[in-house]
């Protein structure tokens, strides 16, 4: 293509044809090659500053510092750590014979209300 050409076109949909942007562009893998230098130079920086300007930021601007944690927080998060809502009964029950047998030593030691003096008769389970 030469400068006083226009670029080729499909003549049915008007659309430049592969290789014909209609405008100069960047070279092909420019942008990755901008973003690995872009990342090269972010990683000599925070190997050189990344802990200090963290406490920099902290003791400076606190509320930018939220942002930050806040904006790597994933979107979702699943804070049902138990899911006993899909245990089997036979999981439950599995579940509730070893808390039992690892509270038992204290309940024990401490009573069953918790307090230290153990002044209340043991229940059957």
Do not use: C, Y
Request: aromatic content about 4%.
């Amino acid at each position: 293509m030469t400068d006083d050409k226009k670029p080729e076109k499909d003549e049915k949909t008007g659309r430049f044809l592969p290789g014909n942007s209609g405008f100069g562009g960047r070279p092909k893998g420019a942008r990755s090659k901008l973003g690995e230098l872009f990342l090269e130079d972010m990683l000599a920086a925070w190997e050189s500053r990344g802990a200090a300007a963290i406490q920099q930021v902290i003791e400076k601007r606190p509320q930018d510092f939220l942002k930050v944690v806040a904006s790597l927080m994933p979107k979702d998060l699943n804070v049902n750590i138990n899911q006993i809502g899909e245990m089997t009964d036979e999981q439950l029950l599995d579940r509730i014979r070893k808390l039992d047998a690892t509270i038992q030593p204290f309940l024990s030691a401490h009573g069953e209300d918790g307090n230290s003096d153990g002044d209340r008769a043991p229940t059957a389970h």
